[in-house]
């Protein structure tokens, strides 16, 4: 079928259901008929309607051969923030993702260049290769460039491991990983590759780009390949993606441990230790449209690891003879039987100490390529370049994106770096894609592979006008992902210390749920964008809390909490009031992950705005208690408790009330503590935390109210 004719069915579904007066109010009518002729003609675009206003301001057209971010038509379809109806309602329909493919594929074909002219076009001395990337059209706000919507590449995908299937939002334009009335159940979140002719060029400095790489290569896309003879001039097209994903944690553990080794070849080249089944499958493409890679829902996000039919475990050694992250929590006995050393109150010294068999975990994580299979093109180019995929822990904040948040943080200024290390995403990476893969796809020379960047240069004309919201959604590509690798989140480095020679899946914690358990309670240490549990447990020295998890997320007011922990509370022993918390010694993710404990119900809804605020917030209440200057000094103290505060806490003493009128729209709730001694009481798993100083905080965006003790409130400006 034509690809004209695919467009005009979906127009026709869409016209009756307020698109058709939508778009009519750019002159564009979706029901004019021949279609082609008013997809091409130029239109008289409002960009202040709801939606538009970061739609490039060179676009004029419902389609601009080639060039998704002009093509009007497709903005509309496939920006998540066009919601509204020419009259204010809400749209109730949308595009299935197979249909924005369709209509991407009609930009890309309409025009029919030849292989010819895209070599005209790259430069007749170019190198072209036939290059995979994950791809996706965002708003403004979360392009490298932020002059305007446009569809982002990255030839790094990164799909999330989950415990439901798959869910696509048409509203969204992409995937959700909630699973309605199961608030311990995560969604599998795939990632969309696309073949491209791409060339290969020099990078240049610019939005997106980090120091060096003028000097590194970069594959930049040309022109979408598909099916059929209405992709490139003379070609009929037969374009398949194929895949690989390994996981191999448990061997390379074994392979890593020298004179310790207890499992050798060939049973380490088997599942458990070797698992590349199962793990990944290609989505029903009448439904979403080519190239979606989805990980295979499992029941649970961790288990057990069986070697024909047996439990599988190591011998683990003492702790001064082993640095690799991995649950050694569970003890094999000789008669085959399980003890669960979280239960014991010297696991800490029984795990030092060593000289016992640890039950081993799998998880279903993985790293791997996609490639392109293309006969055609593959004679006629010759360079085929494999994308690098990731099957990747769950993003406990979906609509926050690491990039944005190192952004953001540099146009703060903070006195001085407020997170333990270096913030970075993995879009800011330069390192190799792993080239011990099967199939060699990757070389270490290849540095430009986690770059996220757009076909072309932002607009001339400068940037687009009005608001452009982030999308409410989760990302599959680079720059949303962690990028300080030891061991990471997303994906780990191999390499001496901070520095990385490739990426790999296989030195991330064994299973994820340890790198979890590390990166949440160190106040984001990595740092990432995570959960910050630092307040669940005992304080931690220069490690304080940074983006504080709200009483609600932490389980204080009823519901579960994200972890299945509970965070502190102040109770009173022997007359005197001290924080009980849970003792970090006895948390065990894997274990809450095994009991399908973990959620990110809550976290979940939490904007990148509020992410920031959070951030900002905490900052202002450590300096209202004179611990601005530094991490040592924020680390004196820690939290009690916290809460967004949606109206007036009509608990204040009268006299504060009027005080209380004078904070702005957005208030949080803060209670603070100074401490001093920490102790075990009867209870093993439990901490109590000497309490030197107790203060509570309302803090609005310009002002706050502190209570120190029992002093009376006072309003003070926001530091």
Same mark, same amino acid.
């Given at each position: ?323 690799? $992250? ?23 010294? $029984? ?354 109210? $502190? ?13």
């Amino acid at each position: 079928m034509p690809l004209i004719d695919e467009v005009q069915s979906l127009c026709e579904r869409l016209a009756p259901l307020g698109w058709h007066d939508l778009l009519l109010l750019h002159g564009l009518d979706i029901q004019a008929r021949p279609l082609a002729e008013e997809l091409s003609k130029v239109l008289a675009v409002d960009r202040s309607v709801k939606g538009f206003e970061d739609f490039s301001l060179q676009g004029t057209r419902a389609i601009e051969a080639g060039n998704p971010a002009r093509s009007l038509l497709y903005h509309a379809l496939a920006s998540p923030n066009v919601l509204q109806a020419a009259n204010g309602d809400a749209l109730t329909d949308f595009a299935t993702a197979a249909e924005l493919e369709t209509l991407l594929n009609y930009v890309y074909g309409v025009a029919l260049p030849s292989l010819e002219a895209l070599q005209a076009q790259a430069g007749a001395n170019a190198t072209l290769g036939l290059v995979v990337f994950a791809t996706e059209y965002r708003p403004r706000a979360d392009t490298p460039h932020h002059q305007h919507a446009d569809l982002c590449f990255c030839r790094t995908g990164i799909a999330r491991v989950g415990t439901a299937p798959a869910l696509y939002d048409p509203q969204l334009r992409g995937f959700t990983p909630f699973v309605e009335a199961q608030p311990q159940a995560m969604r599998v979140i795939p990632a969309r590759f696309g073949v491209y002719v791409a060339v290969r060029e020099k990078g240049q400095t610019g939005p997106g780009w980090v120091e060096g790489d003028d000097k590194l290569d970069f594959w930049r896309p040309l022109h979408k390949v598909f099916n059929g003879t209405q992709c490139i001039a003379g070609f009929d097209l037969q374009v398949d993606l194929q895949a690989f994903h390994v996981n191999e944690k448990l061997r390379q553990f074994h392979l890593r441990r020298d004179q310790e080794a207890d499992w050798f070849e060939p049973d380490i080249s088997q599942p458990p230790f070797v698992q590349t089944q199962a793990l990944a499958e290609w989505a029903d493409s009448q439904l979403y449209g080519p190239g979606l890679c989805i990980p295979v829902a499992k029941p649970r996000l961790v288990e057990p690891a069986e070697y024909q039919g047996k439990p599988v475990s190591f011998s683990v050694p003492p702790k001064a003879n082993f640095d690799y $992250i991995i649950n050694k929590r569970y003890q094999l006995l000789d008669d085959g039987s399980i003890r669960d050393l979280n239960n014991d109150p010297d696991v800490e010294a $029984i795990v030092e100490a060593g000289n016992y068999r640890a039950l081993h975990f799998i998880d279903f994580t993985a790293e791997g390529w996609v490639k392109a299979h293309c006969p055609a093109l593959n004679a006629a180019i010759g360079l085929n370049v494999a994308a690098y995929s990731i099957l990747a822990a769950p993003d406990f904040y979906p609509a926050c994106g690491q990039a944005q948040l190192g952004e953001w943080a540099q146009e703060q200024g903070f006195p001085e770096p407020i997170w333990y290390v270096t913030l970075q995403a993995l879009s800011e990476r330069r390192v190799a894609g792993n080239p011990d893969l099967m199939g060699g796809h990757f070389v270490l020379e290849d540095k430009s592979i986690t770059a996220v960047l757009t076909a072309g240069a932002p607009s001339e004309q400068g940037q687009t006008v009005g608001d452009s919201a982030s999308a409410k959604r989760q990302s599959c590509l680079a720059d949303t992902a962690a990028g300080t690798f030891s061991p990471g989140w997303e994906i780990a480095g191999d390499g001496q210390g901070f520095v990385t020679k490739y990426l790999c899946a296989y030195l991330l914690g064994s299973p994820f749920t340890e790198d979890v358990r590390i990166c949440s309670a160190a106040g984001g240490y990595w740092p990432a964008v995570t959960p910050d549990s630092a307040r669940t447990f005992e304080p931690h020295g220069p490690k304080p809390t940074i983006i504080p998890l709200t009483d609600t997320e932490i389980g204080l007011t009823g519901q579960a909490s994200w972890d299945g922990l509970t965070g502190p509370r102040l109770i009173t022993v022997d007359g005197r009031q001290v924080v009980e918390c849970t003792a970090y010694a006895y948390s065990d993710y894997t274990r809450n992950a095994l009991d399908g404990q973990l959620s990110l119900h809550l976290t979940g809804q939490t904007s990148q705005a509020e992410y920031q605020q959070r951030i900002l917030a905490m900052q202002s209440a450590y300096a209202a208690v004179g611990a601005g200057g530094s991490r040592f000094e924020q680390g004196k103290w820690s939290v009690l408790s916290f809460t967004p505060v949606d109206g007036v806490d009509w608990a204040l003493p009268r006299a504060d009330l009027k005080a209380w009128s004078l904070l702005q729209e957005q208030v949080f709730f803060f209670r603070i503590y100074r401490y001093g001694t920490i102790s075990t009481p009867a209870d093993y798993t439990k901490r109590h935390i000497e309490v030197l100083e107790l203060v509570e905080l309302y803090i609005g965006d310009e002002s706050l109210l $502190i209570k120190r003790n029992d002093q009376p409130w006072q309003k003070t400006p926001r530091g």
